[in-house]
């Protein structure tokens, strides 16, 4: 699998990627609603270094890297991934360039800000790699299907 630095000509992927993820409303706290324009423009936001996850069925994930925050917090990286339903392993190869090219940019620690508590196979993901769940945000996410459930802070050193 390549994972490459996202380009203009990705755009359809990435959004036929996207958009169902965002539909489902499970895991982004996102707009359910938002349209295909609204989500290309946050995921290839011009602070976000966006790759994607290319194999021989074409792009199955995405991932952005940037900064968690500006001025005092801009040594931490933040990411997203959105993978293609039913591919294997794409999300571990994700998390894995994404550390390696925070590191490349400088960053001393990586981020994650609202990981939602019933995403438990992503957290197991993040957790092999490292990750801390460091913070519990009460009832912070309004699952479609299970009402309101827990978001996590996820933090490691670089």
């Not at 801390?132 to 912070?140: D, E």
Request: aromatic share 8%.
């Amino acid at each position: 699998m390549l994972i490459r630095p996202a380009t203009d000509d990705d755009d359809d992927a990435i959004a036929g990627i996207l958009m169902p993820i965002i539909a489902a409303g499970e895991t982004y706290a996102l707009p359910r609603d938002m349209t295909r324009a609204e989500a290309l423009a946050y995921w290839r936001s011009p602070s976000h270094h966006v790759h994607v996850a290319e194999g021989p069925e074409g792009i199955v994930g995405t991932c952005y890297i940037r900064a968690n925050q500006s001025g005092g917090g801009h040594h931490v990286a933040n990411a997203a991934f959105a993978v293609r339903q039913g591919s294997k392993g794409v999300g571990r190869q994700l998390c894995a360039h994404a550390l390696d090219i925070a590191r490349q940019l400088g960053f001393s620690a990586m981020q994650f800000n609202f990981v939602v508590s019933t995403n438990t196979r992503a957290i197991a993901l993040w957790q092999s790699f490292g990750f801390a769940i460091v913070g519990t945000l009460p009832g912070a996410f309004r699952h479609p299907a299970q009402g309101l459930v827990d978001a996590y802070v996820m933090f490691r050193a670089l």
